[in-house]
């Protein structure tokens, strides 16, 4: 093999490898952080406003609640940033939520648990 075809194929190799790295780094590079909207399926008209900031897996936030206060949010979101956990705490009740992130990051949509019994579906979207 040539001088020339061993760089040609290096060359070719390392725009593979790079273009490969970026996928990578893209898929894992979800954001959170930012303004939402919860739409809680049941009741669409209620929707609450969220916001959201992410440190690598650790969620942390603030939601607004039908009465305009303020309750604290905390979650996790897993390594390939597809699956969100959070916890709203409020002073009397509190909200647990699991969903799945879409792929172009700008929509949750998952179930919830709500008080001590009450169970639906939301739909949350960046702002």
């Known amino acids: 093999m040539t001088k020339e075809r061993v ?17 990578a780094a893209s898929a894992s ?3 959170l952080t930012g303004k939402w909207r919860v739409t809680w399926v049941q009741d669409a008209n209620n929707l609450n406003d969220l ?11 603030i939601y607004v609640n039908d009465s305009k206060e303020t309750c604290k949010i905390t ?13 709203v705490a409020c002073k009397k009740w509190g909200i647990r939520m699991e969903g799945t992130v879409s792929a172009d990051r700008t929509t949750v949509s998952g179930n ?8 639906g579906t939301f739909v949350m979207k960046r702002r």
């Open 51 to 61: 916001e959201l900031t992410q440190t690598e897996s650790s969620i942390a936030g």
């Open 29 to 31: 590079a979800t954001n």
């Open 112 to 119: 919830y648990a709500a008080y001590l019994d009450e169970k």
């Open 7 to 23: 760089l040609t194929n290096a060359i070719k190799l390392a725009g593979v490898v790079a273009f490969l790295a970026s996928l």
């Open 75 to 87: 979650g996790t979101v897993d390594e390939a940033g597809l699956q969100l956990a959070l916890q």
